[in-house]
């Protein structure tokens, strides 16, 4: 599976089990790498995707969608870090908002601890100035 993760400059992902930030353009960008391919995700952020135009068949949801991905499928994952299964993960895409926002969950510095991206590309999002999509080959 191809994972998506959208971190704080601190690594921070959720605050009191919620999302930090949003931002349609990370969405857009998102469905566009995708390709078509099924992009699975909880009920509450398929909801942001709706404003974004794209095939609906190509979002899937489900309350646990990490277990769900396939190989060389999506998913948008704004749960727990504990819940990934790292060994179905074929690529790790980080979405840096660059701004520290308040957390109480933080993505496991280890598990990109001496790894390089593989690519990197700055985009203005509709939200933020400066959004940053980092890919790690798992």
């Known amino acids: 599976m191809n994972l998506v993760v959208c ?11 919620r999302r930090q930030s949003r931002d349609s353009a990370v969405y857009e960008k998102l469905l566009t790498l995708a390709q078509g391919a099924p992009v699975w ?3 509450s952020a398929a909801a ?3 404003a974004v135009q794209h095939n609906p068949a190509d979002v899937r949801t489900d309350e646990a969608p ?13 749960g727990h870090p ?11 895409h980080v979405v840096l908002w660059n701004r520290a926002y308040p957390s109480d969950t ?14 990197k590309e700055n985009f203005p999002g509709t939200s933020h100035d ?6 790690y080959a798992l």
């Open 82 to 92: 504990s819940l990934i299964p790292w060994e179905n993960v074929e690529q790790l």
């Open 48 to 50: 942001l995707f709706a």
């Open 106 to 119: 933080r993505f496991p510095d280890d598990e990109l601890q001496g790894k390089k991206p593989v690519s």
């Open 7 to 17: 971190l704080d400059k601190n690594g921070g992902m959720l605050f009191n089990k």
């Open 130 to 135: 400066k959004i940053t999509w980092e890919v």
């Open 41 to 43: 995700m909880t009920a």
């Open 66 to 78: 990490v277990t769900k991905a396939g190989r060389g499928e999506w998913c948008f994952f704004e």
